[in-house]
């Protein structure tokens, strides 16, 4: 589906005209509040309903409590502004309340999760992650406005980039890619290898960019969906508290570290072409360098687990989606790489 994207805070007052809408419901982090951002919400023409208990990594119990407060509200738009846990509850609401209609405008404060580009929503329910789907979840209405990139932390850009770098190589891993999801994928890593550098020094001259890299790796995996490094990662953040990013980036590079050493390039060749892997560089060996020059924090204790009582969490549907086959003593050898890696980086 084509969203109608906007790059500017102040299209907000034209889409809420637009739709006609009186009283829209903003979900947004807590972390927002008195900020620049929620000063406008205050001083547009409309009556709206702030949601501020968004969770990262949204759960059931979050979910609902927004749920209540959305159904209390007798709202007539959602607008959801943060990163992807405050685009999956907006859309989560959506779905939950059966409003399909009801139109959603996303505003990402973040370059990572894509969440804006896709119709998923990821909830975790009983230690799981769940993802919600349905065409209705895509946002009507896209603003990336790359003001709001500047107050991040240099951890959240590395964590959040990380995450949308990961997306458009999975996306080229599950055998589903069209054209378009490749040429998306394409793009967004090209502009992620050529500016993250910048991204992260804080120079506002790529932020642009770097929002444009995780819209378009979003529109990659809303053709394909995600695969192997996401399948492996959950169980990291949710049981190990590993931000979603870096738990992805750790897993996909030992995947695809394990599908090079088991004499399987040929599977991996639309991901050489590219990373630019010309003169028989490894895309792990790429992918590693680029996450060790990123140098994203890692706080995380990982013990009381082995490759084996990982593997009985990994999430099979999004392993299944991989074009290039692990099988479960794969799984299981891939995560004792990833366990000593963050044991010691
Ligand atoms: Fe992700």
């Known amino acids: 589906m084509e969203n109608n994207v906007y790059n500017s805070m102040t299209a907000l007052e034209e889409l809420i005209k637009k739709y006609n809408a009186r009283k829209p419901f903003v979900i947004m982090g807590r972390h927002l509040c008195g900020s620049v951002t929620d000063n406008y919400i205050d001083s547009l023409d409309c009556r709206a309903v702030k949601y501020t208990g968004v969770r990262e990594n949204p759960t059931e119990e979050s979910v609902t409590d927004a749920l209540t407060k959305f159904t209390q509200s007798d709202c007539d738009m959602i607008i959801s502004i943060g990163g992807g846990s405050a685009m999956d509850t907006a859309k989560a609401v959506k779905y939950r ?3 399909l209609s009801l139109p959603h405008i996303a505003i990402p404060t973040t370059a990572g999760s894509g969440s804006e580009a896709t119709p998923y929503s990821v909830v975790i329910i009983d230690g799981k992650k769940v993802s919600l789907s349905a065409p209705e979840l895509y946002p009507e209405e896209i603003i990336l406005c790359s003001e709001l990139l500047k107050s ?3 951890q959240q850009k590395k964590v959040s980039l990380l995450d949308a770098l990961c997306h458009s190589i999975e996306s080229l891993m599950t055998g ?6 490749k040429k998306y994928a394409d793009s967004s890593v090209k502009l992620i290898l050529g500016n993250y550098e910048e991204y992260i020094k804080g120079n506002e001259a790529v932020f642009e960019d770097i929002f444009k890299a995780s819209y378009y790796a979003g529109r990659a995996i809303a053709v394909t969906k995600t695969s192997v490094g996401h399948a492996m990662s959950y169980t990291l953040t949710t049981d190990y508290n590993i931000r979603h990013g870096q738990a992805v980036a750790i897993c996909l590079i030992k995947a695809l570290e394990f599908a090079e050493k088991s004499g399987r390039r040929q599977e991996l060749r639309t991901i050489y072409e590219i990373l630019g892997c010309d003169h028989g560089e490894l895309a792990s060996t790429e992918l590693m360098k680029v996450y060790k020059a990123m140098a ?8 009381g687990c082995t490759g084996e009582t990982l593997a009985n969490r990994v999430n ?4 299944s989606n991989s074009a290039v086959e692990f099988n479960r003593q794969a799984v299981v050898e891939i995560y004792n790489s990833v366990i000593r890696f963050i044991q010691s980086p």
């Not at 994203?296 to 013990?303: G, H, K, R, T, V």
């Not at 099979?316 to 392993?319: C, V």
């Open 176 to 181: 589903r890619s069209t054209a378009e999801s």
């Open 97 to 99: 309340s059966n409003k």
């Open 316 to 319: 099979m549907e999004k392993l």
């Open 152 to 154: 991040l932390s240099p």
């Open 296 to 303: 994203p924090e890692l706080s995380a204790e990982i013990s």
